[in-house]
């Protein structure tokens, strides 16, 4: 079977075009709409470690994909994360890089 020149464009072409549909819309989607943090440094004491640690967790807020969320809260020095409970409440240890810690309250993320 022989294919000419315009035959074989015309395929490439289709093929293309049925990559392009469905399961890569979503992820172009995703890309173009992608939340970034800005870099910040890690905190030095407690005090700064809380606020970066809100700032950190509510700049993730409504990120479904964790491979986005992670580079949102490495953003932020974070390194680490870990749901959890303090005084009875549902709270979120963060561990930043510099080994500094904070416990965020899920009522203090509101």
Known sequence: M????????QIIK?????LREDEFDDMDDAFGKEKKAPKAKCPANPTEAKSTAI???KATK???DQFKVMDI???FCVSK??????????ATQVL???KERAIV???ELQ
Request: no cysteine.
């Open 81 to 90: 994360t870990k749901r959890g409970k303090s005084k009875g409440q549902p």
């Open 55 to 57: 700032a950190a967790l």
């Open 105 to 107: 309250l899920d009522s």
């Open 14 to 18: 289709e093929e293309i075009a049925a």
């Open 96 to 98: 930043f890089r510099n």
């Open 2 to 9: 022989k294919i000419t020149k315009s035959s074989l464009k």
């Open 62 to 64: 409504g990120v479904k």
């Open 73 to 75: 809260l490495l953003g």
